[in-house]
């Protein structure tokens, strides 16, 4: 359950590990990059599929977007290096088809996210993403607005058992929760080792386990960052932009994420439950996307074992049909919501 494949002995949480692109050659067949187009790559990070799609085709061009200061600063030679033919943008991948419309693009190719944090970000202790090396409770992608620690101290106790349940799946959520309220009354949080040692008096590490405390930052970094609700708009906004027979195609680390792709992929292509078989039958939607992948894509034998954190990647890609774009989906919006945020909304879970 950690982001973008991070799983014991990979650096879950904080163990330093290159960034090797994962499923790069089945992302490269789902997005048929050889036939030419111009292409989003909405989760530059270290620039692995941007580079692999321009290298796919000599008139490839790639709208490359992240939030991250640090990854938009460390593509400039990239970007230098492919000249008109990479735009490399800051910004959000939930914005993707306004950054490519401001670009000067009407439609793409293709679109791919990578989602979850980086292992460079893991890397770097100054980020406060990892609990192995000390350093500021931070967890900012964009390195501005609320920070971890500004949650940690801020909010509620049902307001965080919410968050590590929910987004961090930690079934000890409301413990933890309340151990944070006694003892930021003493001290507040400033460091990610604080917050890591309480989680772990609290919760008993079971051997070859992960760190009691990954699900707990997860969950921290998730709701920091929006994660779900990024993907929620990202989906529909390459809806909105892709082109008649144009790819999207996501690669996700964990289940919360997967749920949301799977669930969006199954009401677009018309494949999920329709109503009521009690009820009248209703006219379904023409379907906005046809799949290109049955089912999840997971990683080769050889490449779990040359990079351990591609171990829980799963893809899953759609073509674009010509049917104009549908309103969004509620339902799958209400994904990415903690449930009283959902409840304010007159939702339901």
Same mark, same amino acid.
């Given at each position: 359950?950690?982001?973008?494949?991070?799983?014991?002995g990979?650096?879950?949480?904080g163990?330093?590990?290159?960034h090797?692109?994962?499923?790069?050659? %089945?992302?490269c067949?789902?997005?048929?990059?050889?036939? #030419?187009?111009?292409f989003?790559?909405?989760?530059?990070?270290?620039?692995?599929?941007?580079r692999?799609?321009?290298?796919?085709?000599p008139? *490839?061009?790639?709208?490359?977007?992240?939030?991250?200061?640090?990854?938009?600063?460390?593509?400039?030679? +990239?970007?230098?290096?492919?000249?008109k033919r990479?735009m490399l943008?800051?910004?959000?991948f939930?914005d993707l088809?306004?950054v490519?419309r401001?670009?000067?693009? %009407?439609?793409?190719?293709?679109?791919? +996210?990578d989602i979850g944090?980086?292992?460079?970000?893991?890397?770097?202790?100054?980020?406060?993403? &990892?609990?192995?090396n000390?350093g500021?409770?931070?967890?900012?992608?964009e390195?501005?607005?609320?920070?971890?620690a500004d949650l940690v *101290?801020?909010s509620?106790e049902a307001?965080?058992?919410d968050i590590?349940?929910?987004?961090?799946e %930690?079934?000890?959520?409301?413990?933890?929760?309340?151990?944070?309220?006694?003892m930021?009354?003493?001290?507040?949080?400033?460091?990610?080792?604080? +917050?890591a040692?309480?989680?772990a008096s609290?919760?008993r590490?079971? !051997?070859? #386990?992960i760190?009691?405390a990954?699900?707990?930052?997860?969950?921290?970094?998730?709701?920091?960052n929006?994660?779900?609700?990024?993907l929620?708009?990202?989906?529909?906004?390459a809806?909105?932009?892709l082109?008649?027979g144009?790819r999207?195609?996501?690669?996700?680390?964990?289940s +919360?994420?997967?749920?949301?792709?799977?669930?969006?992929?199954a009401?677009?292509?018309?494949?999920?439950?329709?109503? &009521?078989?009690h009820?009248?039958?209703?006219?379904a939607? %023409?379907?906005t996307f046809d799949?290109?992948t049955?089912?999840?894509?997971?990683? &080769?034998e050889?490449?779990?074992?040359? *990079?351990?954190?591609a171990?829980?990647?799963k893809?899953r890609?759609?073509?674009?049909?010509?049917?104009? !774009?549908?309103?969004?989906?509620?339902?799958?919006?209400?994904?990415a919501?903690?449930?009283?945020?959902?409840?304010k909304?007159?939702?339901?879970?």
């Open positions: 359950m950690m982001g973008r494949g991070d799983g014991p990979a650096g879950a949480a163990g330093p590990s290159r090797v692109p994962v499923l790069l050659e %089945e992302v067949t789902a997005l048929d990059v050889k036939r #030419g187009g111009t989003i790559d909405g989760t530059f990070g270290a620039g692995g599929y941007t692999a799609i321009l290298d796919g085709h008139q *490839n061009k790639v709208v490359a977007i992240d939030r991250d200061p640090d990854a938009i600063a460390g593509g400039a030679s +990239l970007a230098a290096k492919f000249k990479l943008v800051p910004g959000r939930g088809d306004d490519a401001e670009q000067g693009f %009407e439609s793409v190719d293709g679109v791919v +996210l944090v980086s292992s460079m970000q893991l890397d770097q202790a100054e980020r406060g993403f &990892s609990f192995r000390e500021p409770l931070d967890m900012r992608m390195q501005s607005g609320p920070s971890a *101290n801020e509620s307001e965080l058992a590590f349940y929910h987004y961090g %930690e079934r000890r959520a409301r413990a933890v929760a309340r151990a944070i309220i006694e930021r009354r003493r001290q507040p949080f400033e460091t990610t080792r604080q +917050l040692d309480l989680v609290l919760i590490q079971e !051997p070859g #386990g760190h009691p990954t699900r707990v930052f997860q969950g921290l970094r998730i709701a920091v929006d994660e779900l609700g990024e929620v708009r990202a989906l529909h906004a809806e909105r932009i082109t008649p144009g999207l195609v996501v690669v996700t680390f964990h +919360l994420e997967d749920r949301i792709v799977k669930q969006f992929f009401a677009r292509t018309g494949r999920a439950a329709t109503g &009521s078989r009820l009248p039958t209703a006219a939607p %023409e379907p799949a290109v049955r089912g999840p894509v997971g990683p &080769s050889q490449e779990m074992a040359r *990079n351990p954190r171990r829980s990647a893809l890609a759609g073509a674009r049909t010509s049917t104009p !774009p549908q309103e969004p989906l509620s339902a799958i919006a209400m994904l919501e903690l449930p009283h945020t959902a409840e909304r007159g939702g339901r879970r």
